[in-house]
């Protein structure tokens, strides 16, 4: 299990640090990619962007779009540490998955391996971030973590593509329930009922239904298996049938998603935050014809039925109470506006738009 800041050492704590600030710049740029660029190609191919409603984000929905090829959709994992060889078995990744210039040779469309060069997989790099984006659909995971080949450094690369999550749904809900203390011994001690319970709870758990598509499925199973190892690990997924961009972290579950804004109400949230409607309209949304966009952000917690109890003594299932609950809510200032601030921007249970 992952440590906290309080329990790591000097050097562990500048990793810790130096990892959250390239977490803030991946998910500034993923937030784009997933709901910006995404929303702009319904738009380009005048197809209508379905936005989503109120029930879509509360805890238990089960509400879906179709598929769409104009969603930008993606698994990305970033470890703050090295994959260990006790989970390989279960986040699969091999030399031929390996982010280089003959590897990507393979990939269909994929033009940029003539200029490849390995220093472009490093996060450092000044053109990682466009790198990342071009690869960004391929299928399965992208994965980025310490560099595996640099001793004594803090380096952080994308260093495997094509990265298949392969943890049974049955395990993953077992990790959970036995931390949790609804099991000792394994998933299905008290019946078979109450394990196909703790497998739904499982996907509640991390702010979906158990009927969700295969790559959020996925990226739930990688984050549950990720919290095996003693460092943080933070799992961004974009769903073309949610219309939200996922995170994963030590933090909880968080969905971004792009909420929809006349001329009236941005007056009123400008008039709200103090500040001129046109300095937050070019701080905060993007334009559409005859509206904004913004991005807005659900952060959600667990409940006391998903925390270990205090006790640690086990427990019974109880399948109607809630494992998540909505914690927060967030407009997000556009992403390249580094000196605005989230604002709070309180929607989904609100009685009015």
């Known amino acids: 299990m992952w440590r906290y800041r309080e329990r790591l050492n000097y050097y562990e704590k500048l990793r810790r640090s130096l990892y959250e600030v390239l977490r803030d710049t991946l998910e500034r740029r993923l937030m784009k990619v997933s709901l910006i660029d995404s929303f702009y190609n319904y738009q380009e191919n005048k197809v209508e962007y379905n936005f989503l409603d109120k029930s879509e984000l509360k805890p238990k929905s089960k509400k879906f779009e179709k598929e769409s090829d104009l969603f930008n959709?993606?698994?990305?994992?970033?470890?703050?540490?090295?994959?260990?060889?006790?989970?390989?078995?279960y986040i699969r990744f091999f030399p031929e998955n390996t982010v280089i210039k003959k590897n990507l040779e393979y990939l269909a469309n994929f033009s940029l391996y003539k200029r490849f060069h390995q220093n472009l997989r490093h996060f450092y790099s000044p053109g990682f971030l466009e790198f990342l984006e071009k690869l960004i659909n391929v299928d399965y995971a992208l994965l980025i973590q310490q560099d595996p080949t640099v001793k004594k450094k803090y380096r952080y690369s994308l260093t495997h593509l094509h990265v298949k999550i392969d943890w049974p749904i049955a395990d993953a809900a077992e990790d959970l329930a036995k931390w949790l203390r609804y099991v000792q011994n394994n998933l299905y001690e008290n019946s078979d009922k109450e394990a196909r319970v703790l497998?739904?709870?499982?996907?509640?758990?991390?702010?979906?239904?158990?009927?969700?598509?295969?790559?959020?499925?996925?990226?739930?199973?990688?984050?549950?298996?990720?919290?095996?190892?003693?460092?943080?690990s933070t799992v961004f997924v974009s769903s073309s049938e949610s219309r939200s961009m996922y995170k994963y972290s030590e933090r909880g579950t968080s969905k971004f998603y792009l909420i929809q804004l006349t001329k009236a109400q941005v007056n009123a949230l400008a008039q709200r935050e103090g500040v001129d409607s046109d300095l937050f309209t070019s701080t905060y949304l993007y334009p559409a014809k005859g509206y904004y966009v913004g991005i807005s952000e659900a952060s959600y917690g667990p409940t006391v039925h998903?925390?270990?109890?205090?006790?640690?003594?086990?427990?019974?299932?109880?399948?109607?109470?809630?494992?998540?609950?909505?914690?927060?809510?967030?407009?997000?200032?556009?992403?390249?506006?580094?000196?605005?601030?989230?604002?709070?921007?309180?929607?989904?249970?609100?009685?009015?738009?």
């Open 199 to 232: 497998q739904n709870k499982l996907f509640e758990y991390y702010g979906c239904h158990h009927s969700v598509g295969g790559r959020r499925t996925a990226g739930l199973i990688a984050a549950q298996l990720l919290r095996k190892l003693d460092h943080i």
């Open 73 to 89: 959709t993606f698994i990305v994992i970033f470890c703050e540490g090295i994959v260990s060889p006790q989970i390989k078995n």
């Open 306 to 353: 998903s925390k270990p109890p205090e006790d640690g003594k086990l427990r019974r299932i109880k399948p109607a109470y809630n494992w998540l609950k909505l914690r927060d809510e967030f407009l997000h200032p556009k992403v390249d506006a580094l000196d605005a601030r989230p604002i709070n921007y309180n929607w989904v249970y609100s009685t009015t738009d």
